[in-house]
């Protein structure tokens, strides 16, 4: 079955950190890029971070970067996400989301179910 | 700070048309943005609908289309169901990051 699941969420304090994971299984993971969307309960959808195939191109929304650090473990089929000195404005449900991009296009087709993160005292 | 924007509320009726647009702060969307157009219901993870502009998922029901539409994205429904009432979030590209426009909430009446 092809699918992504994370996982590593929870309740955590403020300024603490939190290691996100998102395991593929059903794709050929090391062919496609890599990326993070949170959303706020209630709230829209908020693209988070991505990677490419091979780790080459990372790029960071302003509101993470510098905290939060995306990473891959190609062999391990898994997508991570580091999250330090964590905020209240960072809780939200995130997700793990594959997107298969070419020269003149991009598609982010497949997404996971997400893990919730908290952060709060 | 980029802002991609979308109409907050929409309401159509059983059977109509009703298109959704998705707009750049930067100024004109084009192809260079390669918009995605995500359906998300209550409960649920966002459901990807269009990317690219236009291309359409092997999932995608033939009664939704997009494409650039006075220097906006757009998202068509032509002879719209009951279930296609949710929420639909427009995905920019910028280079070096994305933007998600605020979504918008198509209520089917």
């Known amino acids: 079955e092809v699918q992504l699941v994370e996982s590593g969420g929870g309740l955590v304090q403020p300024g603490r950190s939190l290691r996100l994971s998102c395991a593929a299984s059903g794709v050929t993971f090391d062919a496609y890029a890599m990326h993070w969307v949170r959303q706020v309960a209630g709230k829209g959808l908020e693209w988070v971070s991505g990677i490419n195939w091979n780790s080459g191109k990372i790029d960071y929304a302003d509101s993470v970067k510098g905290r939060f650090t995306i990473s891959r473990d190609n062999a391990k089929n898994s997508l991570y996400l580091q999250m330090n000195s964590l905020r209240a404005e960072d809780t939200a449900l995130y997700y793990c989301v594959k997107a298969d991009c070419g020269s003149n296009s991009c598609n982010f087709d497949l997404w996971g179910q997400g893990t919730l993160v908290t952060v709060s005292s | 700070q980029t802002v991609v924007t979308q109409e907050p509320s929409l309401t159509v009726s059983p059977g109509g048309t009703v298109t959704l647009t998705c707009g750049s702060s930067t100024g004109a969307v084009t192809s260079g943005h390669y918009a995605n157009w995500f359906q998300q219901k209550p409960g649920q993870a966002p459901r990807a609908l269009i990317y690219?502009?236009?291309y359409k998922h092997s999932w995608t029901p033939a009664r939704f289309s997009a494409s650039l539409l006075g220097g906006k994205g757009a998202l068509t429904l032509s002879g719209v169901q009951p279930e296609d009432e949710a929420d639909y979030y427009c995905l920019l590209y910028y280079r070096d990051a994305w933007v998600f426009g605020g979504g918008t909430k198509l209520t089917v009446l």
């Open positions: 690219s502009t236009s």
